[in-house]
């Protein structure tokens, strides 16, 4: 069956760095777009990042556009995030999925002093 397992979420000062993580498997990874989403509480998921099957190309929310990277290894079924600069407004759980397609538990991401 389909399984998305986020990870690498945390607890970090702004201005600080995390990287995500997300296996996938069960279904064709290496030609699937991938998406990174987010979701803050009391708000509606967000689109954060996208990512194509090759990962020649890229695309990115106007508020995470500059500090956030997304990247694949398709040799390992595994989808990335690196956030940088992160900010108190970065705060929310963290999901990957093939264009809204499956979706996993998530990882809890907070950014606050």
């Known amino acids: 069956q389909v399984q998305l397992k986020e990870s690498g979420g945390g607890l970090v000062q702004p201005g600080g760095s995390l990287r995500l993580s997300c296996a996938a498997s069960?279904?064709?990874?290496?030609?699937?777009?991938m998406d990174w989403y987010r979701q803050a509480p009391g708000k509606d998921r967000e689109l954060v990042a996208t990512?194509?099957?090759?990962?020649?190309?890229?695309n990115y929310a106007d508020s995470v556009k500059g500090r956030f990277t997304i990247s694949r290894d398709n040799a390992k079924n595994t989808l990335y995030l690196q956030m940088n600069s992160l900010k108190p407004e970065d705060t929310a759980v963290y999901y990957c999925?093939?264009?809204?397609?499956?979706w996993g538990q998530g990882t809890q991401v907070t950014v606050s002093s």
């Open positions: 990512i194509t099957s090759t990962g020649g190309s890229t």
């Open positions: 999925s093939p264009r809204g397609r499956y």
């Open positions: 069960g279904f064709t990874f290496s030609s699937s777009t």
